[in-house]
């Protein structure tokens, strides 16, 4: 689910308030958006895929809350993560996050030959 | 209340609605597209990654060949050969606002496509060609004219502090999406069977509502239900002994009788090093749970679940009447997942390829005829209409209290389990079917959440289990998905589509033609 939401790196463009699809952020004028409906979150992480700041962290569990602790997490890389290896945004035209996703039936016809 | 009004109105913010929206779009028409959520994070394809059904013309013969021998003799070739025909002409359209990818030979590949960028193009599509888009704004019910034909949809604004609005068009197109009942299958949460409910109350039959009990293999931890790592994983049971389990190969249900005994483990050991290696690249979300949980799939054991899929990857929905996927109420149309897939699935899943030609074609399909109706039509804006939803809206009886995650507990506690609704027996069906028709009393009485959205969709989850169970109950054999522990064979007499109708007294039918007529 959901966990942080970064103050640092939040710059209040409030596009998670219009991209989660569950709706749980709350925009406030003035400040950086709040998780204002947790339970709704669906663990999808397209929050993150949309967060041009790299502000937003989803735990894996999608049962429960987990605590994070932020420190730990920007110092883990994870911020961002996701966003690069799609090749979102600023990576668009960088070769290393190239979308492969056409190699999928490749996959599944080799585990076949494999069985 | 706010007034909207457009030629036609798409109800919906997944694959299929868009691709209606711009169907309608380019035949001149006036769209609007309201979604629950967002119209690019929206559904179950914006978190995946369709390989769409995609053939070249000489292909297609040996294509649905292969799909006709697990149809189970209740699909027509011939609806497969036009979703074929739709798919290879529409989706290379998207070139420009989707990069399709080169395979290794350099040769462009349109069929698999990943979900967020597909989701993207498509909105930049809509947009390019002019519809209007309304996010967070989930339509609560549909609005219909004095002579029985649709006139629009109600709704509210949710980031707006629930300001109501009514949208007025010719035609409305159903595209909300199938059913999994909150059930944790990655992006499903928006899918709770809106249309069902709404296309029920207007009187407009659902087929093959039995074919509801897919179920897809996860890390227990995790929503990230993506198959494909799963091709290369080892399932153990808790003393370490291999299952010798494929759930990519048909193995799901040995899977699941596994998991009624205790846990079951995974790892992806059997991956080989250059595919561990591209697989961020293909599909950049199935690695990040793990990261995130500091476990190695290629080494370490982790406990794996099944989540179930509902109608999203079953094929049970609105039933279809005519080519342009028009249902029996005048231009009320259904497209992708809210729509019954048998006609081009029959009784096996369509997976992610038949179901996203399918999305695809019913979209592009119902927003040009959809289009045509409003250009022959006009709005007749001017003209009364009835606001037609009931339960969660408007209450029977006197409003009370209930608590809508209760609702939605005891009905996840008859159409979630294994035992209940992957191995059916008529006894265990008949024993739910009781208690969800109690829910429903409940609900369909005494239901009026302050939350409407939840209280509507509550509403929604009930009929839809009920809707399914009773068309399991009432196929009294196995068939492709469906099977029946008390009756593991297929019947020639069952050899047939299955409607359901009614919301409070439920009815079904094994006669295509029979419910068009009964209904209404």
């Given amino acids: ?115 | 209340m706010s007034t909207l009004e457009s030629d036609v109105l798409v109800i919906g913010g997944g694959m299929a609605a868009a691709w209606a929206a711009i169907g309608a779009a380019q035949e001149g028409a006036r769209v609007r597209l309201v979604d629950k959520g967002f119209l690019g994070t929206s559904g179950v394809t914006a978190t995946a990654g369709p390989g769409h059904w995609f053939f070249a013309p000489e292909a297609r013969a040996a294509a649905i060949a292969q799909r006709e021998a697990i149809a189970h003799g209740i699909a027509d070739s011939a609806w497969m050969a036009r979703i074929l025909d739709q798919t290879f002409r529409t989706l290379p359209t998207l070139e420009g606002h989707y990069k399709f990818g080169l395979n290794d030979q350099g040769v462009k590949l349109y069929g698999p496509v990943r979900g967020p960028e597909y989701m993207r193009a498509l909105r930049a599509k809509c947009e390019e060609v002019g519809v209007r888009i309304l996010d967070h704004s989930p339509v609560l019910e549909l609005l219909l004219h004095t002579d029985g034909s649709v006139a629009g949809a109600r709704g509210v604004h949710r980031q707006r502090d629930n300001q109501p609005f009514e949208a007025r068009a010719a035609a409305v197109i159903l595209a909300t999406g199938g059913c999994a009942f909150f059930s944790n299958l990655l992006g499903s949460t928006n899918n709770t069977g809106d249309g069902y409910l709404m296309a029920s109350e207007a009187g407009v039959p659902l087929s093959g509502m039995e074919f509801s009990n897919q179920y897809v293999v996860a890390p227990a931890f995790s929503a990230v239900t993506r198959t494909m790592s799963y091709a290369w994983a080892t399932y153990y049971d808790a003393s370490g002994k291999d299952l010798e389990i494929r759930t990519h190969d048909g193995g799901t249900r040995a899977l699941a009788r596994h998991l009624l005994e205790g846990p079951v483990y995974c790892d992806l050991s059997r991956m080989p090093v250059d595919i561990r290696e591209r697989l961020p690249r293909i599909s950049p979300n199935v690695m990040i749970p793990f990261r995130r949980k500091n476990i190695d799939p290629f080494r370490d054991r982790f406990p794996v679940t099944l989540h179930a899929e509902g109608t999203v990857r079953g094929m049970g929905g609105i039933q279809i009447a005519d080519d342009d996927c028009q249902t029996i109420v005048p231009g009320l149309y259904a497209a992708g997942d809210a729509a019954s897939r048998e006609l081009v699935t029959g009784a096996s899943s369509g997976g992610g390829a038949v179901n996203s030609a399918w999305a695809l074609s019913s979209g592009t399909w119902s927003g040009r005829a959809a289009a045509r109706r409003a250009k022959l039509l006009g709005s007749r804006a001017e003209r009364p209409v009835e606001a037609i939803g009931q339960a969660g809206l408007r209450p029977r009886r006197a409003r009370q209290q209930l608590s809508t995650s209760e609702l939605i507990k005891q009905t996840q506690d008859e159409i979630l389990p294994y035992d209940k609704n992957l191995f059916r027996r008529g006894v265990q069906l008949s024993q739910s079917l009781g208690v969800l028709d109690q829910l429903w009393n409940e609900a369909r009485d005494h239901l009026q959440d302050q939350h409407i959205v939840r209280s509507r969709e509550t509403a929604s989850v009930i009929a839809s289990a009920r809707f399914a169970y009773h068309a399991a109950l009432h196929r009294r054999e196995s068939r492709g998905m469906h099977q029946r522990e008390d009756a593991p064979q297929s019947n020639a007499a069952y050899q047939e589509r299955q409607t359901v109708y009614g919301l409070d007294q439920i009815r079904g039918s094994f006669d295509d033609r029979q419910s068009l007529e009964q209904a209404v």
């Fill in chain 1, 1 to 115: 689910m959901i966990e942080l939401i970064v103050e640092d790196r939040c710059n209040q463009c409030n596009a998670c308030v219009a991209a989660c699809p569950t709706n749980v952020f709350e925009a406030r004028p003035g400040q950086s958006p709040i998780i204002a409906r947790k339970d709704d979150c669906q663990t999808c992480y397209m929050c993150e895929l949309y967060c041009p700041q790299d502000a937003l962290y989803v735990a894996s569990d999608c049962h429960g809350s987990e605590p994070v602790d932020e420190a730990q997490v920007v110092a883990s890389g994870a911020l961002g993560q996701f966003r690069r290896d799609h090749g979102w945004g600023e990576w668009a035209n960088d070769p290393r996050y190239e979308n492969q996703h056409w190699y999928m039936g490749e996959v599944f016809r080799r585990a076949r030959e494999k069985a």
